[in-house]
């Protein structure tokens, strides 16, 4: 019975319909080829994106800003800034204060490491008056969670090489100090042979009394500083580790959704306009219309509600659904509705003008922007393909954007005219499609 179903009768060989078919019509061969290619796309590129980011980390660019004033024998922020900037698992810059912060907040740096001003002081009597030295670090985990915490990964592998230098430093000055001593005590020893030999025993009182007090008042002082240092246990602890890496966030992001929110909505909305474009075609008319420009005034004003409707849509499931928190609740409503429509735009004029091969290059093209705009890892722990094209991709521009207004706070005013331009642009390009179809039948 299995035979008859798949063999037909009087056959040997079974006849593969579906295959001619595809042989026949090449069009169709070349969709099937160009759905092939999807799946292979967006491996390949998205793992390019994410492959080895901890193995880049000597590509993230951060700064250290030396504040330290030396010492008659110490000069530590100068010894530290030398090491960190010749370091080749680390691309540390020497920078100044002012510009180091102005590059973090622009997204230049993704770290800043600050030496306080007393470093040397404080590292210089640590044998005597211990106190953990703090340094602190800036991160601006508005910018890219992810990068914050690889920097914060980063920071304390440093501070553990940090107190390992300062303590085997230390250890030499420690070890220097008992030789000294030690010859010290031998000369003292051999003083007091001498005296001893001199009869010392019966030496008048004023030559033994003031001996006597300098033996006790050492003896005395020396068990009031082991008394105090047995008192202090923080003070064994800042021995132990003398130095503490703090990190300050420039920027207030309540949670790692908050961070990654600029990255999903960007995707959401060119994907929502892709399938639009594929499912609904925006060159067929349903009308007659005295001009081609009227034809596409109605075409384009509804699908531009429709867009802007889902973008809503979407604003309403972040903020209820998700509880997403921005800083500027209604400028990232707004943006957002430029954004969708920009994508729109772009995603349109293709898809008319090549049809549904245009909507696949856009779906590429969609695909290669999710790997190359840094949403997940840092741009610059990308490969130099990804680093080159990334500042001139449309969705890079729409996530700096909300970035802004979700977390960082600021002008947008540049990217909102980026943004306008691309409305105008692409709008202008399926106008010219209307136009150059102005004679088309129209479909009831």
């Not at 000069?75 to 698992?89: A, D, I, P």
């Not at 996530?399 to 980026?418: E, K, N, P, Y």
Request: charged share 10%.
């Amino acid at each position: 019975m299995i035979r008859s179903l798949i063999w037909d009768k009087g056959d040997e060989v079974m006849n593969f319909h579906e295959w001619a078919y595809i042989k026949q019509h090449p069009t169709v061969w070349r969709i099937l080829l160009g759905i092939l290619v999807i799946p292979l796309a967006y491996a390949a590129i998205l793992l390019a994106s994410v492959w080895n980011p901890y193995g880049e980390l000597h590509r993230l660019p951060m700064a250290v800003v030396d504040q330290d004033r030396a010492t008659a024998t110490m000069h530590w922020g100068r010894t530290v800034t030398r090491q960190l900037t010749r370091s080749e698992s680390l691309q540390f810059h020497r920078m100044t204060a002012r510009q180091a912060h102005r590059d973090l907040r622009a997204g230049k740096l993704y770290l800043v490491l600050t030496i306080p001003r007393k470093s040397s002081y404080q590292l210089g009597r640590l044998a005597s008056h211990p106190e953990t030295l703090r340094l602190t670090y800036q991160t601006d985990a508005g910018q890219s969670t992810v990068a914050a915490k690889m920097g914060s990964t980063a920071m304390q592998k440093l501070q553990g090489t940090l107190n390992q230098t300062v303590i085997q430093a230390e250890f030499v000055a420690i070890q220097r100090q008992t030789v000294q001593s030690g010859r010290r005590l031998v000369t003292t020893a051999g003083q007091l042979q001498q005296v001893a030999r001199a009869g010392v025993t019966g030496a008048p009182a004023s030559v033994t009394s003031p001996l006597n007090e300098a033996i006790v008042q050492g003896l005395t002082r020396n068990g009031q500083r082991l008394a105090q240092q047995s008192k202090r246990p923080h003070q064994l602890q800042a021995l132990a580790a003398p130095i503490k890496l703090v990190q300050h966030n420039v920027t207030s992001v309540a949670n790692n959704g908050t961070g990654m929110a600029p990255y999903f909505m960007a995707i959401s909305l060119f994907v929502g306009c892709i399938t639009l474009n594929i499912i609904y075609d925006a060159g067929k008319r349903h009308g007659q219309y005295r001009n081609f420009a009227l034809a596409w005034l109605d075409k384009m004003g509804m699908l531009w509600v429709f867009v802007m409707l889902a973008a809503s849509a979407m604003w309403l499931a972040v903020l209820n659904i998700n509880g997403l928190r921005p800083l500027q609740p209604g400028k990232t409503y707004l943006l957002a509705l430029l954004i969708v429509l920009a994508f729109f735009s772009l995603v349109t004029c293709f898809r008319l003008w090549l049809g549904l091969t245009g909507a696949w290059l856009m779906l590429i093209f969609m695909i290669f922007q999710i790997g190359c705009s840094g949403g997940t890892y840092p741009i610059a722990l990308t490969n130099p393909l990804y680093r080159a094209v990334h500042p001139y991709l449309p969705m890079t521009i729409a996530m700096a954007g909300l970035r802004h207004t979700i977390s960082l706070g600021g002008s947008i005013a540049g990217i909102c005219w980026i943004l306008a331009g691309m409305v105008v642009v692409f709008s202008l390009g399926t106008l010219a499609y209307f136009y150059t179809h102005r004679n088309a039948e129209m479909v009831a």
